[in-house]
């Protein structure tokens, strides 16, 4: 399945799923996206990983990408739902020391 995004507000927080394959293709919707949420409410966004079935380097660099630009404007995204493939490689690059992992979003949201 090509890659989907979408965003939503669950538990008054943004939360944007991605469902399918998270490749490169998905940078600019991806992106677009984030943005698209109003400042004031980009102090935590979730991003829902729950459907997302494969992740390759690109995408990895797509999440590093949006991570890192959170951070830089004191902002935070926490991941939701990451499949244990997912998870291994975002161990391997570093990136579970700046993200909170929740298994679902109902969790996700209590942590707030």
Same mark, same amino acid.
Do not use: H, W
């Given at each position: 399945m090509v890659g989907q995004v979408k965003l939503q507000e669950r538990h008054s927080?943004?939360?944007?799923?991605?469902?399918?394959?998270?490749?490169?293709?998905l940078g600019g919707e991806l992106s677009d996206l984030y943005e698209s949420i109003p400042v004031e409410n980009r102090r935590r966004? !979730? !991003?829902?990983?729950t459907q997302t079935e494969y992740i390759n380097s690109a995408g990895l660099a797509l999440l590093i990408?949006?991570?890192?630009?959170?951070?830089?404007?004191s902002q935070t995204v926490d991941l939701v739902g990451v499949q244990d493939s997912?998870?291994? !490689?975002?161990?391997?690059?570093?990136?579970?020391?700046?993200?909170?992992?929740?298994p679902d979003l109902h969790t996700a949201a209590g942590a707030a």
């Open positions: 927080l943004p939360v944007i799923s991605v469902a399918g394959r998270m490749t490169v293709e966004v !979730l !991003l829902d990983l990408n949006l991570v890192s630009r959170a951070q830089e404007k997912v998870k291994r !490689l975002i161990e391997i690059v570093g990136l579970i020391e700046f993200v909170t992992i929740y």
